[in-house]
């Protein structure tokens, strides 16, 4: 999937112009409006974009992608750049690196927001992840950090979406590296409409729909809420198991050093406490050298720990931050297009009211005022229908990729035994290898004791 086609932006291959003031700009990449398209048979359409998102044969609602293929589109890296100025971090700028454009650019905080205004603003009935907030006055840096790690998500998350990376938005934000690139998103989105105005299917949305849309919704919207709140909880307990694995990497690395402390004692231990034993100065050497065992269990720990952030916790992240998208998506559709439909059916029938009861009062045909008015009102009405329907066509595919990232949960279970079995593997051999080491702890010229045995050692006879 990351190469031929993936590769090229829609536009340059073959793409037409969307309107003759927008033929001078040389990234104008969008589809021509449906107002200015024919309305052939389905049979008859032939897409002049053979980059855009490809769909199925059959019916167009239907999305046929695996996670493999949306992973493999693209992986960006959001790497933190600090720029000092004087004592104090002033500003935070990140490196973004794509796989897919092998590019390297430089973005600051309000680059993305730019993006994600532009992508709000093209792709509005579309699942767009939500920003981490801004800095905050006094933002330390496990702020800063974890709001790289949110950065990072979200461009992940837009970068393998299918009409967002089709989209020369995309492009320019992860290789335009010229020195305003706020300026040149905004340039890219003039004259060019949302997704509704150049989806060429978007009028015949409707058409497409199963006639039990809205209960598939409703049940729809039920589901993820479900899933969403559940894997909260997974992500929370993840994120303690990780913590704990970190703090008892701190805690081992403390006890060796305190061991290692108490074994470089330099106090003289008086002649009536030592007895002219030799036992104490023995103990000291062998508690001196356990420290780099422990060193190395608390290395061990540490890894575990920050291997379990990164494949598990964050994975995790992910994969609920799709689903808040899709979450904001149904805020979207019923806040926006469906309030919006319900508020223009009844201006438009107040105003009818209205109209007819002039009407009878008058006993005059309508005015040109009047009818030029009632048209425009009921195209408005109209417009708002196919956009409603074209909002639930869109809710359904993006319902279909919230379910295509749903295999992801066994990566992430995968991710959390394997690294609980190696780092119990490793951290097993370091204690095997301390175990001898505590002989001379109990051994010394005059001293019968022996250590402690382990339960694996059996019981000791008596």
Same mark, same amino acid.
């Given at each position: 999937?990351?190469?031929?086609?993936?590769?090229?932006?829609?536009?340059?291959?073959?793409?037409?112009?969307?309107?003759?003031?927008?033929?001078?700009?040389?990234?104008?990449?969008?589809?021509?409006? #449906?107002?200015?398209?024919?309305?052939?048979?389905?049979?008859?359409?032939?897409?002049?974009?053979?980059?855009?998102?490809?769909?199925?044969?059959?019916?167009?609602?239907?999305?046929?992608?695996?996670?493999?293929?949306?992973?493999?589109?693209?992986? *960006? &890296?959001?790497?933190?750049?600090?720029?000092?100025?004087?004592?104090?971090?002033?500003?935070?700028?990140?490196? *973004?690196?794509? &796989?897919?454009?092998?590019?390297?650019?430089?973005?600051?905080?309000?680059?993305?927001?730019?993006?994600?205004?532009?992508?709000?603003?093209?792709?509005?009935?579309?699942?767009?992840?939500?920003?981490?907030? !801004?800095?905050?006055?006094?933002?330390?840096?496990?702020?800063?950090?974890?709001?790289?790690?949110?950065?990072?998500?979200? %461009?992940?998350?837009?970068?393998?979406?299918?009409?967002?990376?089709?989209?020369?938005?995309?492009?320019?934000?992860?290789?335009?590296?010229?020195?305003?690139?706020?300026?040149?998103?905004?340039?890219?989105?003039?004259?060019?409409?949302?997704?509704?105005?150049?989806?060429?299917?978007?009028?015949?949305?409707?058409?497409?729909?199963?006639?039990? %849309?809205?209960?598939?919704?409703?049940?729809?919207?039920?589901?993820?809420?479900?899933?969403?709140?559940?894997?909260?909880?997974?992500?929370?307990?993840?994120?303690?198991?990780?913590?704990?694995? %970190?703090?008892?990497?701190?805690?081992?690395?403390?006890?060796?050093?305190?061991?290692?402390?108490?074994?470089?004692?330099?106090?003289?231990?008086?002649?009536?406490?030592?007895?002219?034993?030799?036992?104490?100065?023995?103990?000291?050497?062998?508690?001196?050298?356990?420290?780099?065992?422990?060193?190395?269990?608390?290395?061990?720990?540490?890894?575990?720990?920050?291997?379990?952030?990164?494949?598990?916790?964050?994975?995790?992240?992910?994969?609920?931050?799709?689903?808040?998208?899709?979450?904001?998506?149904?805020?979207?559709?019923?806040?926006?297009?469906?309030?919006?439909?319900?508020?223009?059916?009844? !201006?438009?029938?107040?105003?009818?009211?209205?109209?007819?009861?002039?009407?009878?009062?008058?006993?005059?045909?309508?005015? *040109?005022?009047?009818?030029?008015?009632?048209?425009?009102?009921?195209?408005?009405?109209?417009?708002?229908?196919?956009?409603?329907?074209?909002?639930?066509?869109?809710?359904?595919?993006?319902?279909?990729?919230?379910?295509?990232?749903?295999?992801?949960?066994?990566?992430?279970?995968? #991710?959390?035994?394997?690294?609980? %079995?190696?780092?119990? !593997?490793?951290?097993?051999?370091?204690?095997?290898?301390?175990?001898?080491?505590?002989?001379?702890?109990?051994?010394?010229?005059?001293?019968?004791?022996?250590?402690?045995?382990?339960?694996?050692?059996?019981?000791?006879?008596?």
């Amino acid at each position: 999937m990351t190469g031929g086609v993936m590769d090229r932006l829609p536009g340059e291959a073959g793409a037409a112009p969307v309107a003759a003031a927008a033929e001078a700009e040389a990234d104008e990449e969008a589809d021509p409006p #449906a107002a200015d398209l024919p309305t052939p048979q389905v049979s008859e359409r032939r897409d002049p974009h053979p980059t855009r998102m490809q769909m199925p044969q059959g019916n167009p609602l239907l999305l046929s992608y695996t996670l493999q293929e949306l992973l493999a589109r693209d992986t *960006v &890296q959001v790497e933190l750049i600090p720029e000092k100025k004087g004592l104090f971090l002033k500003h935070v700028e990140y490196e *973004v690196s794509s &796989q897919r454009f092998k590019s390297s650019v430089y973005r600051r905080y309000n680059d993305f927001v730019v993006f994600h205004e532009m992508l709000l603003q093209k792709f509005p009935y579309r699942m767009v992840p939500a920003l981490p907030p !801004k800095r905050v006055l006094g933002a330390d840096r496990e702020f800063i950090e974890a709001r790289r790690r949110a950065l990072r998500r979200f %461009i992940n998350l837009v970068a393998r979406h299918p009409p967002f990376s089709e989209d020369v938005a995309l492009r320019l934000f992860l290789s335009f590296s010229g020195p305003d690139v706020q300026n040149k998103l905004k340039e890219s989105a003039q004259c060019v409409g949302d997704e509704f105005l150049n989806c060429k299917l978007a009028p015949r949305a409707k058409d497409f729909l199963p006639a039990d %849309i809205q209960t598939q919704f409703a049940v729809s919207r039920e589901l993820i809420r479900n899933v969403y709140n559940s894997f909260h909880k997974l992500r929370d307990r993840a994120e303690r198991i990780a913590s704990r694995a %970190i703090d008892n990497a701190a805690d081992l690395l403390i006890f060796g050093k305190e061991l290692s402390a108490l074994g470089s004692d330099t106090t003289p231990l008086p002649s009536w406490a030592s007895l002219n034993s030799s036992t104490w100065g023995s103990l000291k050497q062998a508690l001196k050298g356990l420290s780099v065992e422990f060193a190395l269990l608390a290395d061990k720990a540490a890894q575990q720990g920050k291997q379990e952030e990164n494949d598990v916790v964050e994975k995790l992240n992910l994969f609920l931050d799709l689903l808040q998208s899709y979450k904001d998506l149904c805020e979207r559709h019923e806040k926006g297009v469906l309030h919006k439909h319900q508020r223009a059916l009844h !201006k438009y029938s107040l105003m009818k009211r209205q109209m007819m009861s002039a009407a009878v009062q008058s006993r005059e045909p309508d005015s *040109v005022e009047q009818l030029e008015s009632r048209i425009v009102e009921e195209n408005a009405i109209q417009t708002m229908e196919l956009r409603s329907y074209f909002s639930l066509y869109c809710l359904h595919q993006e319902m279909q990729l919230v379910h295509v990232y749903l295999p992801l949960t066994s990566h992430i279970l995968g #991710a959390f035994v394997n690294s609980q %079995i190696q780092g119990h !593997k490793e951290m097993s051999k370091v204690w095997n290898d301390l175990k001898p080491k505590l002989s001379f702890l109990f051994a010394g010229p005059n001293s019968s004791l022996t250590p402690p045995r382990s339960p694996r050692d059996g019981v000791s006879p008596h």
